[in-house]
């Protein structure tokens, strides 16, 4: 499927604007991360006690972290855009500090909002476990006999329908009354014996601080890793100057999305590294394919000038990188819009990094390709030019040296050879007189 055929448009015309909002993006997510301190990397890398928490209405930030900050200094909080949700993460030091500070800040939570309990149990809080020991004597009090596997059965079937039909938050009793095998006695005696906070905690993650450095280092260093395998193979597969523009335009895809994360005060974590990855390869794979397009060219239009074959190669491969790159942006952004905060982060990070990896393997790589090109001919030229210079001087130094006295040997020089003297013959006759021989042709002796 061919989208455009025959198109000729004037791609790095435009270099220029594209470089510059590049460049201004860049230092954009520079300063941020600057004046905040680095990334913000969630408790997969810094270590700590993260909670998500649900409210059945508007949830009371500021009170929530006035409680906090004084059980659990150094607290932040954050409410889930679009949500009644929040996200709590405490900082830990010591390994030791992680379960501790996950049962403060349940605890904390619990002596707000679920008031006057009296020891009750929360049943928006609580697990199959708890809730069938809460049951199991004030059934038994109310004469309705339940074996254990039944009493099993009906808290599990409580939580399911908690969980998966009112989103983790059940406002009233009277809404299990639909559940299977809740009978009303089973309705009062929860009533009686537990009661309803105001929220739930759908997630409570721990992870301790050195875990949490080492899963940093090794996600840098991956990266690391396949940026220098690319350009390796990318070398031997084209020239040096091809790995060096295609890596290049890969760093400013990288950057510009961890620096759009610290605009939106978006967290760092191991999920958004695999987007990173998965960004590092599709950038690249649409570079090799404008590149691998260039040196075909190179070979069929050697009298065109490099600017204007990139700018055809670009052309030629103009419906693929639609094609593709809008497909893997629609996917991307359904991910962002329908996935969800717990894939929010890698599909923020696929959605900007598709936007800028694509324009980059033209507006990015292609001039660093033409620059880095430009300066390898001007190279060759001036050592062509060198050698020209060196072979048209050396006859004129070879002659000067012959034509020069000083530089002229003795011992070569030949002694003048004196030629015979040559006497005429004299021939005698019988009488005695002689006279000069005849010389010519017609002589005879």
Same mark, same amino acid.
């Given at each position: 499927?061919?989208?455009?055929?025959?198109?000729?448009? &004037?791609?790095?015309?435009?270099?220029?604007?594209? !470089?510059?909002?590049?460049?201004?993006?860049?230092?954009?997510?520079? +300063?941020?991360? #600057?004046?905040?301190?680095?990334?913000?990397?969630?408790?997969?890398?810094?270590?700590? #006690?993260?909670?998500?928490?649900?409210?059945?209405?508007?949830?009371?930030? #500021?009170?929530?972290?006035?409680?906090?900050?004084?059980?659990?200094?150094?607290?932040?909080?954050?409410?889930?855009?679009? *949500?009644?949700?929040?996200?709590?993460?405490?900082? !830990?030091?010591?390994?030791?500090?992680?379960?501790?500070?996950?049962?403060?800040?349940?605890?904390?939570?619990?002596?707000?909002?679920?008031?006057?309990?009296?020891?009750?149990?929360?049943?928006?809080?609580?697990?199959?476990?708890?809730?069938?020991?809460?049951?199991?004597?004030?059934?038994?009090?109310?004469?309705?006999?339940?074996?254990?596997?039944?009493?099993?059965?009906?808290?599990?079937?409580?939580?399911?329908?908690?969980?998966?039909?009112?989103?983790?938050?059940?406002?009233?009793?009277?809404?299990?009354?639909?559940?299977?095998?809740?009978?009303?006695?089973? !309705?009062?005696?929860?009533?009686?014996?537990?009661?309803?906070?105001?929220?739930?905690?759908?997630?409570?993650?721990?992870?301790?601080?050195?875990?949490? *450095?080492?899963?940093?280092?090794?996600?840098?260093?991956?990266?690391?890793?396949?940026?220098?395998?690319?350009?390796?193979?990318?070398?031997?597969?084209?020239?040096?100057?091809?790995?060096? #523009?295609?890596?290049?335009?890969?760093?400013? &895809?990288?950057? +510009?999305?961890?620096?759009?994360?610290?605009?939106?005060?978006?967290?760092?974590?191991?999920?958004?590294?695999? *987007?990173?990855?998965?960004?590092?390869?599709?950038?690249?794979?649409?570079?090799?394919?404008?590149?691998?397009? +260039?040196?075909?060219?190179?070979?069929?239009?050697?009298?065109?000038?490099?600017?204007?074959?990139?700018?055809?190669?670009?052309?030629?491969?103009?419906?693929?990188?639609?094609?593709?790159?809008?497909?893997?942006?629609?996917?991307?952004?359904?991910?962002?819009?329908?996935?969800?905060?717990?894939?929010?982060?890698?599909?923020?990070?696929?959605?900007?990094?598709?936007?800028?990896?694509?324009?980059?393997?033209?507006? !990015?790589?292609?001039?660093?390709?033409?620059?880095?090109?430009?300066?390898?001919?001007?190279?060759?030229?001036?050592?062509?030019?060198?050698?020209?210079?060196?072979?048209?001087?050396?006859?004129?130094?070879?002659?000067?040296?012959?034509?020069?006295?000083?530089?002229?040997?003795?011992?070569?020089?030949?002694?003048?050879?004196?030629?015979?003297?040559?006497?005429?013959?004299?021939?005698?006759?019988?009488?005695?007189?002689?006279?000069?021989?005849?010389?010519?042709?017609?002589?005879?002796?």
């Amino acid at each position: 499927m061919e989208l455009f055929k025959n198109t000729d448009f &004037d791609f790095l015309k435009w270099k220029w604007p594209f !470089i510059t909002a590049s460049l201004v993006v860049t230092a954009a997510g520079f +300063i941020s991360l #600057a004046v905040k301190g680095g990334p913000h990397y969630g408790i997969d890398f810094s270590g700590g #006690a993260q909670m998500r928490l649900r409210f059945n209405t508007e949830p009371p930030l #500021a009170k929530i972290r006035a409680a906090l900050d004084q059980k659990v200094p150094g607290s932040t909080l954050q409410q889930i855009t679009g *949500a009644q949700e929040v996200e709590v993460v405490t900082p !830990i030091k010591d390994e030791k500090e992680l379960n501790a500070n996950r049962q403060v800040m349940e605890d904390t939570l619990r002596g707000m909002f679920v008031e006057g309990a009296g020891g009750k149990l929360d049943v928006n809080n609580s697990s199959v476990e708890t809730l069938s020991a809460a049951l199991r004597e004030p059934l038994l009090t109310a004469g309705v006999a339940l074996s254990e596997m039944q009493l099993t059965e009906v808290a599990t079937n409580i939580e399911d329908f908690r969980n998966k039909e009112k989103g983790g938050l059940l406002k009233t009793f009277d809404e299990l009354s639909s559940v299977k095998g809740v009978t009303p006695q089973i !309705i009062e005696a929860l009533k009686k014996q537990c009661v309803l906070g105001p929220f739930t905690i759908l997630s409570a993650d721990v992870v301790g601080p050195k875990i949490g *450095a080492d899963l940093r280092n090794q996600a840098i260093e991956a990266t690391l890793y396949a940026l220098a395998a690319m350009l390796v193979y990318i070398w031997f597969r084209f020239e040096w100057i091809y790995g060096l #523009a295609a890596v290049v335009a890969v760093f400013h &895809d990288t950057l +510009i999305t961890i620096g759009l994360f610290s605009l939106f005060n978006k967290e760092i974590s191991l999920t958004v590294v695999a *987007a990173l990855l998965t960004l590092v390869g599709y950038s690249m794979n649409d570079t090799i394919v404008v590149f691998d397009r +260039i040196r075909e060219n190179l070979k069929i239009l050697r009298r065109e000038k490099l600017e204007r074959l990139i700018n055809i190669s670009v052309n030629q491969t103009l419906s693929r990188t639609v094609l593709t790159s809008g497909l893997t942006l629609i996917t991307a952004l359904s991910l962002w819009i329908f996935g969800g905060e717990v894939l929010n982060g890698f599909s923020f990070a696929l959605v900007w990094g598709i936007i800028f990896g694509t324009y980059s393997s033209v507006f !990015i790589a292609s001039p660093i390709l033409i620059f880095g090109q430009n300066i390898i001919d001007r190279r060759r030229a001036e050592s062509a030019g060198a050698a020209k210079v060196q072979d048209v001087s050396s006859p004129g130094l070879k002659s000067a040296a012959l034509k020069s006295p000083s530089m002229k040997s003795p011992s070569l020089k030949a002694p003048a050879v004196k030629p015979p003297e040559l006497k005429p013959v004299v021939k005698k006759e019988a009488g005695g007189g002689s006279f000069p021989a005849k010389t010519g042709k017609g002589s005879r002796g």
